[in-house]
């Protein structure tokens, strides 16, 4: 059933209703639009139509209920259901391909093409997955060939998981990477009635065409990536030299032109975003004949997969040089906190060669624990810290939950057989695990 007819607000389909479409459809209906959301997936949309979120996102749960009790906000998994929608976002996942660093453009291409079904002219097509450069443009001719009068547009996303509710309603700025001609006017017109509020409350906006709009959101978690590849290289070097990383973040931090944020060395990025997008954009620059400009990004990738290397040598390291038989629990599974992606996660990475490598392990996590059994069901799983610390040789914190950045080194130091722990987010207050007795070890700084 096409969306109703109302006089409140715009009509709007969302194409992909994972991490970033769900809340996206959300927050449109929040801004007073009427929204479907559209995905292939029936337990998703199942559990969205019944206001249950179908992942760990602080604040989404409610702001579904909130939307889907105004009857603005309805899930389906029929595109038909997308018909007479003014702007359809395409939020479709973009992973990297199995054996190849290129991206896999198959959920974008056929959401596009199941939206050439119902696309009518005047109606805008907004993409939000992140994609190679020259994608919108591809795209673009594909629309306006099989249904001339409809537009295109690239419209990134930046959200973070953890945040994403506030970033998509207060996001720090708007991109728009628009067709050329008389229909720029006509898509730039569109996405500012979308963002109205947001336009309006001065968010910076920045409009562009489509391959600058690609690259601004790949150059930007390039920037990001490397960001933390620079301080976790200035890491390895400390652990060779005895220096702190932590005390050279603070003291290189506070030069404004080099800011604090993103300095944290620890176990490095990962997610369903940073090391596909940067893997892509290599690949990309390659076909565009340009890959020396990015050669620095396998460093940094280089750089990132290297610190899960050294998280599973320290381990071995405080287990007495054998991992064999040793029980380990490792504090964290998904790949930052706050969030239950389990994508490309550091904290399971390691908890996986260690289990490879002899170890016990036992991992927890206050979210991500499901979606972790699921993936890896060789690994033991504990509902608490204490219960997979419970006898311990070491205890390894992978991600930074607020729980575990809290927990008492004197209550929690009763429960190991062994008091080590690796902080491998630098996130513990080192002073007070080792006067609790602790043998304290993290990335980039000296035994504690
Ligand atoms: N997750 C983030 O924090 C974030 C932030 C910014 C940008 N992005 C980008 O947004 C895109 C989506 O990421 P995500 O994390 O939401 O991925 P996701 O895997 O959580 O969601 C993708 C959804 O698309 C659905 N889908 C696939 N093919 C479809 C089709 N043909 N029609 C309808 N639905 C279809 C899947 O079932 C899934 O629910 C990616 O390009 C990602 O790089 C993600």
Redesign the pocket.
């Known amino acids: 059933m096409p969306i109703e007819e109302s006089g409140d607000g715009m009509r709007i389909s969302v ?8 809340v996206h459809a959300a927050s449109m209906a929040e801004l007073g639009h009427q929204v479907v959301g ?4 029936e337990r ?1 949309i199942g559990a969205l139509n019944a206001a249950r979120a ?2 760990y996102e602080p604040g989404f749960e409610d702001l579904l209920a909130r939307t889907l009790a105004t009857g603005r906000l309805r899930f389906s998994t029929d ?1 038909a259901d997308a018909a007479g929608a003014a702007v359809h976002f395409v ?5 990297q391909k199995r054996g190849e660093y290129a ?1 896999d453009l ?3 291409e ?2 596009t093409e ?1 939206l050439l079904g119902v696309l009518a002219p005047g109606e805008l097509v907004a993409g ?4 190679p450069v020259g994608t919108a443009g591809r795209l673009a001719e594909l629309v306006a060939d099989k249904v001339p009068g409809a537009l295109l547009a690239w419209n ?6 953890g945040f ?1 509710v506030t970033d998509t309603l207060h996001p720090d700025r708007l991109v728009y990477g628009l067709p050329a001609g008389s229909d720029r006017e006509v898509a730039e017109r569109l996405l500012d009635e979308v963002y109205a509020p947001i336009v309006a409350a001065g968010t910076p906006k920045v409009v562009t065409d489509h391959a600058t709009a690609e690259m601004v ?1 790949t150059a930007a978690n390039s920037f990001l990536a490397t960001k933390i590849s620079f301080i976790n290289a200035m890491a390895e070097l400390c652990e060779a030299t005895g220096a702190d990383v932590k005390q050279l973040a603070d003291a290189i931090g506070y030069d404004d032109r080099i800011g604090r944020k993103f300095l944290n060395a620890g176990l490095g990025f990962g ?3 940073l090391p ?2 940067i893997r892509a954009f290599m690949a990309r620059a390659g076909e565009l004949g340009a890959d020396q400009a990015l050669t620095f990004l396998r460093e940094v990738d280089n750089i990132n997969m290297r610190r899960r290397i050294r998280m599973v040598e320290l381990a071995r390291e405080v287990c007495d040089g054998s991992l064999l038989g040793k029980h380990i629990a490792v504090l964290g599974a998904a790949f930052k906190p706050d969030s239950d ?1 389990i ?1 490309d996660s550091p904290a399971l990475n390691v908890a996986a060669q260690l289990q490879l490598q002899g170890a016990d392990v036992r991992v927890t996590d206050p979210a991500a624990i499901d979606n972790a059994r699921r993936l890896w069901p060789q690994l033991d799983y504990a509902d608490t810290a204490e219960q997979a610390a419970a006898s311990a040789d070491a205890v390894l914190v992978l991600t930074e939950w607020r729980a575990y950045r809290e927990l008492d080194p004197v209550a929690f130091g009763k429960v190991v057989a062994s008091k080590r722990v690796l902080d491998g987010r630098n996130a513990l207050d080192r002073e007070a695990w080792t006067a609790a007795g602790w043998t304290y070890r993290a990335l980039g700084r000296r035994a504690g």
């Open positions: 194409v992909g209703c994972g991490y970033l479409g769900a559209i995905d292939v997936d998703k179908p992942f595109i939020c479709v996942g973009t992973p991206a198959r959920f974008v056929a959401a199941s939000k997955s992140t994609v990134p996303e930046f959200l973070r998981e994403a959101k997610g369903g975003c596909k997008d992606d994508r």
